[in-house]
Nanobody, 126 residues
Framework: QVQLVESGGGLVQAGGSLRLSCAASGRTLSTYAVGWFRQAPGKEREFVAG???????YSADSVKGRFTISRENAKKTVYLQMNNLRPEDTAVYSC????????????????????WGQGTQVTVAS
């Protein structure tokens, strides 16, 4: 199993940047695909970005060109760099991991992930 802890959230002005971290403990992170999801008040949780074991990435259209997901397996950490933040990006951001036999597979649905962090709040002020 793997335990995930997010950090890096906070309050930022529109147009600003934040970098979220998802640190894993327990087993090595290199055998897991990882994703970031977010849930705004009154809305369902939605996929933000995912990264495969070999570093391939995929992002939701709403964040393409602004958010970048990356990983450092040696540090057992996945990052979400968020630039040009907008008020509509305000949400609780959670990372999730799934054990993946495939090096290249990417996962975008909640049900495909087995392990979740507790989330970190991101608030973007207009």
């Amino acid at each position: 199993q793997v335990q995930l802890v997010e950090s890096g959230g906070g309050l930022v002005q529109a147009g600003g940047s934040l970098r979220l971290s998802c640190a894993a403990s327990g087993r090595t992170l290199s055998t897991y695909a990882v994703g970031w999801f977010r849930q705004a008040p009154g809305k369902e949780r939605e996929f933000v970005a995912g990264i495969s074991r070999d570093g391939s990435t995929y992002s939701a259209d709403s964040v393409k060109g602004r958010f970048t997901i990356s990983r450092e397996n040696a540090k057992k950490t996945v990052y979400l760099q968020m630039n040009n933040l907008r008020p509509e990006d305000t949400a609780v951001y959670s990372c999730a991991a799934t054990l993946s036999l495939s090096l290249t597979a990417l996962y975008t649905r909640e049900g495909e992930y087995d392990f979740w962090g507790q989330g970190t709040q991101v608030t973007v002020a207009s």
